[in-house]
């Protein structure tokens, strides 16, 4: 059942990517963006197991956030990506906020879905936190890592893979190891950020086949700035 809601909310995923971006093209793909980014967040107190595996389930609505980096570099360059950057991870904090301000009002005695909710806020405390760092520092490495693999080849496919590749690296140290601290333990962290990893190269080549579809021109030229 969890291996058909994976295929369901991926293709849903895509579905709000597309859409978007065939209704308001550029400014779409960054609507979709800030929207993934946040399901990502809303689901990133969730682990489930997926093919005999656990994975935190932000990693298929953050893969598909990423997938819209990934068009946005290769159709429009690298310009306006740090504005981007900047807007998913100011939307991060107010949702945080939001999510804080919300677990402190006091349910009724007879509610019990705010109670629910309250103790997963209060117990996954330094999700809110390290996920949006774990984000930012993601997307700001994309950024730059996909400048330099396309600068010694032009093939998409090849430079989307390896920039997962190095990238998710970096956001599994900080959201995984770090953000789990006190929550799971180190070995249990360790597994669920490797599972995660794994599952997030398999949406990534299934992503890529929707980024030629989507995009038909050529990589850009860049200029990688720091």
Known sequence: MNEIILIILIGL????????????DKNGLCYALLILD?????????ITSVFKMNINTSII???????????????????????IIKITLYSNIIFGLIILITNYYIPALTETISINIQ??????????????LAVLLGQYCINKIYGYVTLIQNNIFLSVILTYIISA??????YYLVGYINILSLRDSLYLGITSYIIGICITLI?????YVIN???????????
């Open 13 to 24: 995923s895509l579905l709000i990517i597309f859409s978007l971006t065939k209704l308001l």
């Open 216 to 226: 038909r021109k050529k990589v850009k030229k860049w200029e990688i700035l720091f």
């Open 61 to 83: 609505p953050l893969i598909s956030s990423f997938t819209c980096l990934y068009i946005l570099l290769i159709k429009y360059g690298n310009k306006d990506i740090n504005k």
């Open 38 to 46: 946040v399901l990502g967040y809303i689901l990133s107190f969730k």
């Open 207 to 211: 992503n890529i086949a929707f980024i």
């Open 119 to 132: 103790e997963t806020f209060e117990y996954n405390n330094k999700i809110l936190i390290f996920y949006p």
């Open 169 to 174: 690296v970096i956001y599994i140290i900080i």
